[in-house]
């Protein structure tokens, strides 16, 4: 029983293309041929012998004709059934002694048939059989084959007919369990390229918080710092104790950027980093909403580096969310540190922390010089101002920032409060 035709490629052997390779595409294609057509011979030529009789030339050409087109077949599959088939049911219709000539018209029939070809099949053995069944009414030099025998022949077809559909059935079902186990693969391999897209994605994010982290705790911390040392450097000789107090002040904000630093990178080597002793800064504190504790400690270290902030709490407090307390703390220091950077010298800064309409809003004004803040590059499109926009819409949150009309600048960020997590 033959497999399902290959796409034909050249086979080479290791002295190039031998003839052992045409045409069926490998070994196989050339020696079935040939030992199907040394079997009808020798196996024809013996039951003439058992009958007294002799074979004619023409028997040994329709002998050798059908398996001859079987070298074909993997190529010209159609051609190899007609030839095979025609071969096989001239040398009856000629009744020459019977013998296994049907071989190859066998063979031919059943790979047709296990290579989709059935209407064809049925075609062409039909006319063969109808041909060996009645060529004897019009052809004196036909055989004049009995009922007896016709039952015989067409019962045989039919079981060959039946092998042969069983065998494209077996086929068509194995060629469908491999194309479902290539379509499971591929869908894996899907899968696995979306989870590891998934993967990269998450990662570009952390990062991507993590920098902003970094951002506002270095930039903030070190400002803070820079104007105390300022202040110190000032004051060394002329008031020492207020020296002292600038250098005690630079001590806390460096521990404080510190330990702030060690909490943002602890996520990058969790298993190495002990359960953060404090909670990430926020804007409610230990003091409740209302309170704004986390906004009061926060202001309270701006204004000892000598800016002015005044903080307005309105509405009823809620609890926020830790990512909505997180970000509104962020915004309200980047804010305040681009104020003490670029407002100049006696600017004065506002933050209004409001409840409401299920949403928190934040709000960080400044009076300070139009003309500075408009040279500033962090009051345009610089890093800070795309951190907090990123950090507010990131959480679904809406972000303005820009010169006041009356002067100044002013950022606000509004953190919608339902279903946030």
């Excluded at 016709?150 to 042969?164: K, N």
């Excluded at 100044?408 to 946030?420: I, M, Q």
């Amino acid at each position: 029983m033959e497999t399902p035709d290959p796409p034909y490629w050249p086979h080479r052997g290791p002295w190039g293309r031998g003839p052992w390779h045409w045409p069926g595409g490998r070994p196989g294609g050339f020696v079935l041929p040939v030992a199907l057509a040394f079997v009808q011979v020798l196996g024809s030529t013996g039951a003439a012998h058992r009958h007294d009789a002799d074979l004619p030339p023409f028997a040994y050409v329709l002998l050798v004709a059908g398996p001859v087109a079987l070298l074909v077949r993997r190529r010209l599959r159609p051609l190899a059934l007609i030839v095979a088939v025609a071969a096989t049911a001239l040398y009856g219709t000629l009744g020459y002694p019977v013998g296994p000539a049907f071989l190859a018209g066998i063979v031919a029939v059943l790979g047709a048939l296990r290579a989709g070809h059935r209407l064809l099949t049925w075609v062409v053995v039909a006319a063969g059989f109808l041909t060996y069944a009645l060529a004897g009414l019009i052809w004196p030099a036909a055989a004049h084959p009995s009922a007896g025998r016709l039952v015989t022949v067409a019962t045989w077809l039919l079981v060959v007919f039946a092998i042969g559909e069983a065998a494209r059935a077996r086929t068509t079902h194995l060629q469908e369990l491999v194309r479902a186990r290539i379509e499971r693969q591929r869908a894996l391999a899907d899968q696995e390229q979306a989870r590891a897209e998934q993967r990269r994605r998450q990662a570009s994010e952390e990062r991507l918080r993590i920098a902003r982290e970094l951002h506002d705790v270095l930039g903030h911390h070190l400002s803070l710092i820079n104007v105390q040392a300022g202040v110190g450097l000032h004051l060394m000789e002329e008031r020492p104790e207020q020296a002292r107090a600038a250098l005690t002040a630079i001590k806390q904000a460096s521990a404080e950027a510190l330990r702030e630093v060690r909490a943002v990178l602890g996520a990058l080597r969790p298993e190495d980093e002990a359960a953060p002793r404090s909670p990430a800064p926020g804007v409610s504190g230990a003091g409740g909403p209302n309170q704004a504790a986390g906004l009061r400690t926060l202001i309270s270290d701006v204004t000892a580096a000598g800016l002015a902030v005044t903080l307005e709490v309105d509405g009823a407090g809620t609890a926020l969310p830790a990512e909505v307390d997180r970000a509104a703390y962020r915004v309200v220091q980047e804010a305040l540190t681009n104020v003490r950077r670029h407002a100049g010298a006696g600017a004065a800064a506002t933050v209004r922390l409001s409840y409401g309409d299920g949403a928190a809003v934040v709000t960080v004004t400044n009076d300070g010089d139009p003309i500075l803040l408009d040279r500033a590059p962090a009051f345009k499109d610089g890093t800070g101002i795309v951190g907090m926009r990123q950090r507010v819409e990131a959480l679904g949150g809406e972000f303005r920032a820009g010169p006041r009309p009356g002067g100044g600048f002013e950022v606000y960020a509004r953190f919608p409060l339902g279903g946030t997590v």
